[in-house]
């Protein structure tokens, strides 16, 4: 139709979105079952053509009902609907007082249901518009989808100096969807790192993580807690200069091999060098004894430990111990070591083959991943709440979960291993235990009162830095309670909900429960 032909809107409306028609208008579908708008107002969208008597006609056809929005999208809202949504703004300027316009005002509760109402047409396949304040909470509760910000004028505003201000559209559709789960793939690079079996490791949540990054302006990040050091690894991919931290040496030892070190390799000759000889000390031998490996085995390891400490080159040094932890983590049922014994014995061919073996595979595995970036990366081995960041940064931290339903010690399932890295010194071994395990490294993280100071310690130390908070669902402090403690040194919060969802335990009896259902969000704070 023409322009001769538009139909305005029949009343004047607070808040009416005569104004942002244009670009309202293009995010109309090009097919669409009914068309269903629950907070009506002034109809601005509802009337896209003509005069008053075209408006009778388009009227004629509709079917107008008063209700709750809530159950008018139950009864009506079905597949390839399209849904145009204006409820009460989220007020940002005290000029502007909805109360006025309505008998209830809208809390933050209600956006809150609302954008639960959303997600549960996003999942009925609806065409969605939805338009809202530039406000914290609305940007936060439909982070993982598309918006735009658009500047408007505010009609019932006392004060004409105020009358400007900002929309957020938020828009979805069935057809392209705009989750961050399905944004952005990861380099390929990145596949050339050695998949490891680590605890917590985010290997599976690397597209997130980089669609989150992506959203973000910065040059150069810190990982925080790297872990299995995949994070690191992905930004360094990605161009970035990246400086590595964690509290355990296996894990450092790790991204010297991996993220820090740019071009030196292990040559073959080099390797197989590694594998002979005879053990300055046997204390592998003879402290783990039928533990957890073979004689055998044991008695390489000690050939392997004196050898790798022999390497003058540092890099080389990382390489070879790198491979070394993780080919006793290959051997080892399970990876872990918190008890004796291989009675987790599935027969796989990783426990079959000999641990020269998958010592060369892995120099080989860890050789391929080497390349440089052009950027100088920094590792350190210490506490992350004494970091002190050089410049403003991407902070991703990716802390250990505090759950009641299960622990976080990550050495007292890796004690070998990170006993390996550090070559047993500065550790205390308990030697009463079966598994002669030694004293677990301190953490913040072993209590909820004590990973909410721990947290509040961290986001104050870099409030002036972009951060990405990786979390699980399953966790204390909850997700409410840690976006609670990101506003106090954040201006603006978000958080990427379900992200990933993933089953954890692994004795039968407890398979179904829903406590093993756990969702990983990502918490961005600017």
């Known amino acids: 139709m023409s322009e001769k032909t538009i139909i305005k809107p029949l009343l004047k409306w607070a808040g009416g979105k005569t104004q942002l028609l244009p670009e309202l208008l293009k995010r109309v579908p090009h097919s669409f079952g009914t068309y269903i708008e629950p907070f009506f107002g002034g109809g601005a969208l509802f009337f896209d053509r003509d005069n008053l008597l075209r408006a009778a006609e388009l009227l004629a056809s509709s079917r107008l009902v008063t209700g709750d929005y809530k159950n008018v999208l139950r009864k009506y809202a079905r597949k390839s609907d399209f849904v145009f949504l204006v409820p009460p703004y989220v007020p940002v300027s005290l000029n502007v007082d909805f109360k006025r316009y309505t008998k209830e005002q809208f809390h933050d509760k209600d956006h809150i249901e609302l954008a639960r109402a959303v997600r549960e047409l996003d999942k009925k396949g609806c065409h969605i518009v939805l338009t809202n304040s530039n406000h914290p909470l609305v940007r936060e509760q439909y982070a993982e989808y598309e918006f735009n910000l658009v500047p408007t004028k505010r009609n019932v505003s006392c004060n004409g100096n105020t009358r400007t201000g900002e929309d957020i559209i938020v828009t979805i559709s069935p057809e392209k969807k705009f989750l961050v789960r399905l944004a952005i793939p990861v380099p390929e690079q990145v596949k050339k790192y050695p998949p490891t ?146 009675r987790y014995n599935d027969g796989r061919k990783d426990l079959i083959l000999p641990l020269a073996e998958h010592f060369r595979m892995a120099v080989w595995a860890v050789n391929s991943a080497i390349f440089d970036n052009g950027h100088k990366t920094r590792v350190r081995r210490g506490d992350a709440l004494s970091f002190e960041a050089e410049k403003p940064s991407l902070v991703y931290i990716d802390p250990p979960y505090y759950s009641p339903f299960s622990d976080n010690e990550y050495v007292r399932r890796y004690h070998f291993v990170e006993g390996l ?106």
């Open 197 to 342: 079996r680590f605890m917590g490791s985010k290997s599976k949540l690397l597209p997130e993580i980089l669609a989150v990054a992506s959203r973000l302006k910065f040059d150069s990040v810190v990982d925080l807690f790297s872990g299995s050091g995949i994070v690191s690894y992905l930004f360094k991919a990605c161009g970035k200069e990246v400086c590595s931290n964690d509290y355990m040496a296996m894990s450092c030892v790790f991204t010297a091999a991996m993220v820090a070190n740019n071009n030196t390799t292990l040559s073959e000759t080099e390797t197989e060098s590694l594998l002979r000889g005879e053990p300055d000390s046997t204390f592998v031998s003879d402290t783990f004894g039928g533990i957890y490996f073979s004689d055998e085995d044991n008695h390489l390891i000690d050939v392997l430990r004196t050898n790798i400490h022999k390497l003058r080159d540092k890099n080389k040094k990382s390489i070879a111990l790198a491979a070394l932890i993780r080919a006793c983590i290959k051997k080892r049922p399970r990876g872990i070591f918190t008890y004796v014994g291989a």
């Open 421 to 526: 890295a550090r070559n047993w010194k500065g550790v205390t071994i308990q030697h009463e235990t079966l598994t002669k395990k030694f004293k677990s490294y301190p953490t913040p993280f072993s209590s909820k009162a004590e990973a909410c100071i721990a947290f509040d310690i961290l986001f104050h130390r870099f409030q002036e830095h972009k951060l990405i908070i990786s979390y699980s669902s399953n966790s204390q402090p909850s997700k409410d309670e840690m976006l609670d403690i990101l506003r106090r040194w954040k201006k603006h919060v978000r958080v990427f909900p379900g992200a990933y969802k993933y089953s954890f335990g692994n004795q039968r009896h407890k398979m179904d429960d829903n406590r093993n259902s756990v969702e990983e969000y990502l918490f961005v704070g600017e």
